[in-house]
Structures are given as structure tokens and as C-alpha cells.
T-cell receptor, first 117, second 112 residues
Framework: GENVEQHPSTLSVQEGDSAVIKCTYS??????FPWYKQELGKRPQLIID?????GEKKDQRIAVTLNKTAKHFSLHITETQPEDSAVYFCAASYANAGGTSYGKLTFGQGTILTVHP | ETGVTQTPRHLVMGMTNKKSLKCEQHLGHNAMYWYKQSAKKPLELMFVYSLEERVENNSVPSRFSPECPNSSHLFLHLHTLQPEDSALYLCASSFRPGHEQYFGPGTRLTVT
């Protein structure tokens, strides 16, 4: 089955700096890679995702890059703010467009990001 | 957010009790999930239901018993739990397994 490794487990940055979290996956068939943010005491929420037909996707201050050959993908947060402090989870799965063929979503271990004012 | 709801939000139970967790999704999704989240641990997938059929059971002890009566509702029946079962139990749903998942707020379970 799929195995997702996430690093680092904790990350501390100063406000305004950039933060990068990296994940590797084992199943070359995986084609969907979401990132979730979980604030303290709250539910995980999808913040960005990427499918294997693109190499990069951006949404304001966050971006995700995917290297299919190396089987790794990364979350980039620029101009970090204290409200970015949370646990971030990467995940990987396979699903075709119609959902008739799929693999379960496998999560990484999580990264605790702390942004200091 | 009201797409995925869970009740109760907090539950304290003794090891001999029987209780049930409830999850309801209003997103028209066909897949539902139970996860266990312990302190400093990743999300541990427990069960996956697709179109009301259980498609995955990740070696979960039999003291946890899921039930999916329809595509909008998911239950987790609990009996004779252990203190190490204390955790946040999250429900999620998605269009199909493998697609983006939407999480409920979770039930904070404490077993005494």
C-alpha cells in the first residue's frame, strides 16, 4: 500500500519568512495530493491540492509543487503570519475521474508549524 | 461549517459503557470515513464506506463497530473501550474514496 513520509515534524519561523514542508510517497500510481491545515481544537481543512497532471499550483501565499519522478511534493507558504500556525498534513491517493477506481487517502505524520510574531 | 456534523462533540465513558458516535454529511457524497487522532499522532484511518458498503477496515479492534445505514449517515458503536482509546474521532466524507475529504468537527472521547 501507499506510504507517505512528511518532514519536518516541527517547524518554527519568524513572521514574514517562508515555510516549506516536504512529503514523499511510495506508490507511483498515486495521482492526487491534498494538503490539510488543522488549527488547535479544530477539524482538518483542505487548503490546497494538486493532481499529477500539473507540477505546481498556487493560491495566494500558498503553493504546492509535485515531482512525479522523485515521488515527492511540497507545500510552500510565503510571507507567513501568526495565523498560519497549525498542524499541516499532506496526503496521497489514487482516483480516476469517475471514482470507479481508487485507493484510500494516506496521510503523512503532520508538521507543527509555529509562526512567531 | 455545517457540511459534515458530528455528535456528541464530547463524550466521557467508562470501560463498561456502550455508546455511539454519529456523523451526518449534507454534501451529497458517497464515501464516509472514521479516523482516530491521538496526541502527536497522524490521522489513523479506521473505516471507509463507499455507497454504504464497507470497503476498508484497518485492523480496528472489534470493540469499535461501524454502521452506515445510508450515504448520509455514519455511526461508530463503542463498547468495552480501553483508556488508550481516548482520542479525537473524526468523521469525513468525499465524493468517492480517494477524492478530497471534508472533515467533521470531531468527537473528543475520554475513556475512564
Amino acid at each position: 500500500g501507499e506510504n507517505v513520509e512528511q518532514h519536518p515534524s516541527t517547524l518554527s519561523v519568524q513572521e514574514g519568512d517562508s515555510a516549506v514542508i516536504k512529503c514523499t510517497y511510495s506508490d507511483s500510481a498515486s495521482n492526487y495530493f491534498p494538503w490539510y491545515k488543522q488549527e488547535l481544537g479544530k477539524r482538518p481543512q483542505l487548503i490546497i491540492d494538486i493532481r499529477s497532471n500539473v507540477g505546481e499550483k498556487k493560491d495566494q501565499r500558498i503553493a504546492v509543487t509535485l515531482n512525479k519522478t522523485a515521488k515527492h511534493f511540497s507545500l510552500h507558504i510565503t510571507e507567513t503570519q501568526p495565523e498560519d500556525s497549525a498542524v499541516y498534513f499532506c496526503a496521497a491517493s489514487y482516483a480516476n475521474a469517475g471514482g470507479t477506481s481508487y485507493g484510500k487517502l494516506t496521510f503523512g505524520q503532520g508538521t507543527i508549524l509555529t509562526v512567531h510574531p | 461549517e455545517t457540511g459534515v456534523t458530528q455528535t456528541p462533540r464530547h463524550l466521557v465513558m467508562g470501560m463498561t459503557n456502550k455508546k455511539s458516535l454519529k456523523c451526518e454529511q449534507h454534501l451529497g457524497h458517497n464515501a464516509m470515513y472514521w479516523y482516530k487522532q491521538s496526541a502527536k499522532k497522524p490521522l489513523e484511518l479506521m473505516f471507509v464506506y463507499s455507497l454504504e458498503e464497507r470497503v476498508e477496515n484497518n485492523s480496528v479492534p472489534s470493540r469499535f463497530s461501524p454502521e452506515c445505514p445510508n450515504s448520509s449517515h455514519l455511526f461508530l458503536h463503542l463498547h468495552t473501550l480501553q483508556p488508550e482509546d481516548s482520542a479525537l474521532y473524526l468523521c469525513a466524507s468525499s465524493f468517492r474514496p480517494g477524492h478530497e475529504q471534508y472533515f467533521g468537527p470531531g468527537t473528543r472521547l475520554t475513556v475512564t
